[in-house]
């Protein structure tokens, strides 16, 4: 079945590492997208890329990084620089640039010691 | 900019009840609007979708949406709901052509008694 698959579940993290997450897809989807959410706060964009190797920064992109190297993979780096990481991270797809139906992965929970 | 409101962070209502879960949004043209659900530690799932048309628009596990341009509102609602309804709910906007895809509301979350 196709669907984006997103790994680690569950990562922990010492202050001053970072972390990658993975995220993968084979819905043969252009657009690839992550988002942050924190309780309350709903889901924020971090980062989305319309196409490989091209990538645009979202509202909140300060202290990650991301490539798009492949049309499949859209990995996201949580750098030291990120002040308050800990939080539930979920990769989404869609067909266009938008809008339409995001399609998401079953997320990544970060947390940091 | 777009946003959206989701004025109930909690609701409670008991099996088989009605549900109205309610959605204000902002924007300067006709927004292309969206209902998600997400269960716990889990990604979002469409339930419907609104770009034109018929203002009524009937989405997948008997939910439905109004869209009222007047009030700016997408409320969702269900007549009769189920325990695994339980959930929370995103209502979201996005602009016609926009590569930035959606602004999330803040969510509802959603308790169904027995």
């Known amino acids: 079945d196709g669907g984006i698959t997103q790994s680690p579940k569950y990562l922990f993290r010492k202050e001053g590492q970072n972390v990658t997450l993975s995220c993968e897809q084979n819905l043969n989807h252009d657009a690839m997208y992550w988002y942050r959410q924190d309780p309350g706060q709903g889901l924020r964009l971090i980062y989305y890329?319309?196409?490989?190797?091209?990538?645009q920064k979202g509202d909140i992109a300060e202290g990650y990084s991301v490539s798009r190297e492949k049309k499949e993979s859209f990995p996201l780096t949580v750098t030291s620089a990120q002040k308050n990481p800990t939080a539930f991270y979920l990769c989404?797809?869609?067909?266009?640039?938008?809008?339409?139906?995001?399609?998401f992965g079953e997320g990544s929970r970060l947390t940091v010691l | 900019a777009q946003s959206v409101t989701q004025p109930d962070i909690h609701i409670t209502v008991s099996e088989g009840a009605s549900l109205e879960l309610r959605c204000n949004y902002s924007y300067g043209a006709t927004p292309y609007l969206f209902w998600y659900v997400q269960s716990p530690g889990q990604g979002l799932q469409l339930l419907l979708k609104y770009f034109s048309g018929d203002t009524l628009v009937q989405g997948i596990k008997g939910f439905e949406a109004e869209f009222k341009r007047s009030q700016s509102s997408f409320n969702l609602r269900k007549p009769s709901v189920h325990w695994s309804d339980a959930a929370e709910y995103f209502c979201?906007?996005?602009?016609?052509?926009?590569?930035?895809?959606?602004?999330f509301g803040s969510g509802t979350q959603l308790t169904v008694l027995p």
């Open positions: 979201a906007v996005g602009a016609s052509g926009s590569a930035r895809q959606l602004t």
């Open positions: 989404a797809s869609s067909i266009t640039g938008g809008p339409g139906e995001l399609f």
């Open positions: 890329s319309q196409i490989v190797n091209d990538f």
